[in-house]
């Protein structure tokens, strides 16, 4: 990117990865666009002699919003221990399955940030889980190493260390990585999925069982603002017991196939409104993890989604 004359354009068209780096960063579609946002103020808050001695603007709002995210990382720290049951990542839709119509956008991009974002593996539901066990410092070195091929000597500007020790920082969160996290079946996931959805519905006890793991968990994040259990279910039979008592509750409520974060998944909607939105992690044809959303706050990139 050029440096004389940069212009608003230029700079405008980082949004969509620095949307990207952000929410892995971060897990939150909201926080992201807040620390995007933050990053642009900053940016076009500069003189303009200091914006045309920048030789790169792509790299100088990459290395701020990744400090931005790292304070909130450190912050966020403190107001999750305050968070009412489980904290989980925000659930993305697929993009194919946004509506377009409503967007005032006049170069055709969707104004929604999550539509923004690239959904691969980096964003599985799984991996999002395993980074929160990362410190902020490891995270941030992690997802701009392995997952976007920063060098560790621009990743040092961002967390004020030396490359070094960035290494160290990265090599610590992979090893968290490989130890922790189950791989992403991609293929057969569907399926199982499916059955769940059809033994979910006819509150099937037995079938439910059959389709989980002995030792599956299944977390909820209802955030106090939704009923949500607040400690993990443990155990196949427990959850299967725990999935049709939710069914008998919520007469009405309509299950749907979805990509979650780019993984097939499951949506409860009643009259049109999401309620639920659960991510699997699959493995040997039997479901290992269930992450339930629950929290309104965090559904909203689901609203135009039915």
């Known amino acids: 990117m050029g440096t004389v004359g940069t212009s608003r354009d230029e700079t405008a068209g980082e949004r969509r990865h620095l949307i990207n780096v952000a929410y892995r960063l971060l897990g939150s579609v909201t926080e992201a666009e807040d620390a995007v946002q933050d990053a642009y103020a900053r940016w076009y808050g500069l003189p303009r002699h200091r914006q045309e001695e920048i030789l790169s603007p792509g790299a100088w709002l990459t290395?701020?919003?990744?400090?931005?995210?790292l304070d909130l990382l450190g912050s966020a720290r403190a107001r999750r221990e305050r968070y009412v049951g489980a904290w989980l990542p925000e659930p993305l839709p697929d993009r194919t399955e946004w509506d377009y119509?409503?967007?005032?956008?006049?170069t055709g991009c969707p104004a929604d940030p999550a539509d923004q974002i690239v959904l691969d593996e980096s964003v599985s539901m799984a991996f999002l889980v395993v980074l929160e066990s990362m410190t902020p410092a490891e995270r941030?070195?992690?997802?701009?190493?392995?997952?976007?091929?920063?060098?560790?000597?621009?990743i040092a500007d961002v967390l004020g260390r030396t490359p070094a020790a960035c290494k160290q920082l990265a090599a610590s969160a992979r090893r968290r990585v490989?130890?922790?996290?189950?791989?992403?079946a991609a293929t057969g996931q569907a399926g199982v999925v499916k059955h769940v959805k059809e033994a979910w519905e006819a509150k099937d006890i037995a079938a439910?069982?059959?389709l989980l793991n002995p030792a599956a968990v299944m977390t909820a994040d209802g955030g106090g603002r939704a009923g949500a259990v607040l400690r993990p279910v443990e155990g196949g039979a427990r959850i299967a017991q725990y999935m049709v008592a939710m069914?008998?509750?919520?007469?009405?409520?309509?299950?749907?196939?979805r990509s979650v974060n780019g993984v097939p998944g499951l949506v409860a909607q009643r009259a049109g409104v999401v309620m639920t939105v659960?991510?699997?992690d699959v493995s040997d044809g039997r479901v290992t993890r269930i992450w339930a959303v629950r929290n309104p706050e965090k559904l909203r990139p689901w609203v135009r989604h039915g």
């Open 63 to 69: 290395t701020v919003t990744g400090r931005i995210c």
């Open 101 to 106: 119509a409503g967007s005032a956008d006049p």
């Open 140 to 154: 941030v070195a992690f997802v701009l190493h392995d997952v976007f091929r920063y060098p560790f000597a621009e």
């Open 178 to 184: 490989n130890v922790t996290r189950a791989p992403v």
């Open 208 to 210: 439910l069982i059959g």
């Open 247 to 257: 069914a008998d509750k919520a007469p009405g409520l309509e299950l749907l196939e």
């Open 278 to 280: 659960a991510s699997f």
